[in-house]
């Protein structure tokens, strides 16, 4: 499973829309996940929209939080993707099989089997999270409960069964042709990490569209290319519901 988990506090104002970059990752089997983080003051309506908006395209979810809750709202948002996307692959079998819409119109005693199938396969599945870091200038009193997050993040991951590998970008570049820079390449080793943030200078402005779709081709350069069918109007209606109520404020 690919992931990019955009940390940021809003207000994209340079090239493509991140909606947009958004949908077209979703389409090539990369789930977006975005984290808006808050300190004193709150973050625009129009940041708010475009948080939720780029996860809602994405096919994740958002949450607005504040720097101390980041470290645990990008694991819990990274395992409920996990949880996520298995739970969708086991109902499209069982309606594809057994023509049912979902585990619960399974008899208890098949519905645990499969639960516990399920539970193996968050634990087990290779996961890839490529992490997205909005170091545009408002965002530099954020910036070490952003290590500390990515940190925490490297950990946990290692803890699982299954293959997992964290990438690091940040964006704005060095440059204003720059839209985005690799900080780390794929890695299970948290201590690389350490002193990745000593090196980010916090710049201006915002390339939140251009910097998606450069970690997008990174990811199909070094995972190969997954192109997704998309969702009926159904499906697309449910999500976005389910991530109107996710992406409210962790207060």
Request: aromatic content about 4%.
């Amino acid at each position: 499973m690919r992931q990019i988990l955009l940390i940021t506090d809003g207000g994209s104002n340079v090239g493509d829309s991140p909606v947009i970059a958004a949908a077209q990752a979703y389409a090539e089997g990369i789930t977006i996940n975005v984290a808006g983080v808050i300190d004193e003051g709150v973050i625009g309506e129009h940041g708010a929209t475009e948080i939720a908006e780029i996860a809602r395209a994405g096919g994740g979810i958002s949450r607005i939080v504040t720097s101390r809750q980041l470290s645990h709202t990008v694991q819990m948002m990274t395992r409920q993707t996990v949880a996520g996307s298995v739970r969708q692959a086991v109902n499209h079998e069982l309606r594809q099989l057994f023509d049912i819409k979902d585990l619960s119109e399974l008899p208890p005693p098949k519905r645990g089997e499969i639960v516990k199938v399920m539970e193996d396969l968050e634990e087990t599945m290779a996961l890839s999270v490529a992490l997205l870091i909005d170091a545009s200038a408002s965002m530099k009193p954020k910036l070490h409960a952003v290590e500390e997050a990515v940190r925490e993040l490297t950990l946990s991951l290692q803890a699982r069964k299954g293959k997992s590998q964290v990438a690091v970008f940040h964006f704005p570049g060095e440059s204003s042709d720059e839209y985005c820079v690799r900080d780390a390449q794929w890695t299970r080793d948290a201590t690389k990490l350490n002193k990745l943030f000593g090196k980010i200078r916090m710049r201006g402005t915002t390339p939140t569209g251009p910097a998606l779709l450069e970690v997008v081709e990174y990811i199909r350069a070094t995972c190969g290319k997954i192109e997704v069918e998309l969702a009926d109007d159904a499906q697309i209606t449910s999500r976005n519901r389910s991530n109107e109520v996710r992406s409210d404020y962790v207060g």
